[in-house]
């Protein structure tokens, strides 16, 4: 799965150059610009993405240790 979220980034690094809408007056609904609802779409697209990552790519030993660290009172201000 680490390489399929790898694979979105590097698709929404190349996507994300839409430079064949800069000159598009094209309005959605009557006042949405395309390129805006195009980076709209984008924008959902990387939070998708950024949900996928931490849900499948997140280091577990960062939780535990965390956790560990936590419920035993160390490292909390004294």
Known sequence: M???VWG???LLIII??????WDDPTLLA???PIGLAYHF???????F????ATLFC???????SE???????EGAAE
């Not at 779409?41 to 939070?47: H, K, N, V």
């Not at 993405?49 to 996928?52: M, P």
């Open 41 to 47: 779409g984008i924008s959902l697209a990387a939070a």
């Open 67 to 73: 956790d560990n660290t936590t419920a035993t009172g």
């Open 16 to 21: 994300h150059q839409d430079f064949w809408l």
């Open 30 to 32: 009557g006042f949405f």
């Open 58 to 64: 997140w280091p577990v030993e960062l939780e535990s």
């Open 2 to 4: 680490k390489l399929v």
């Open 8 to 10: 979105l980034v590097v």
């Open 49 to 52: 993405t950024w949900y996928l």
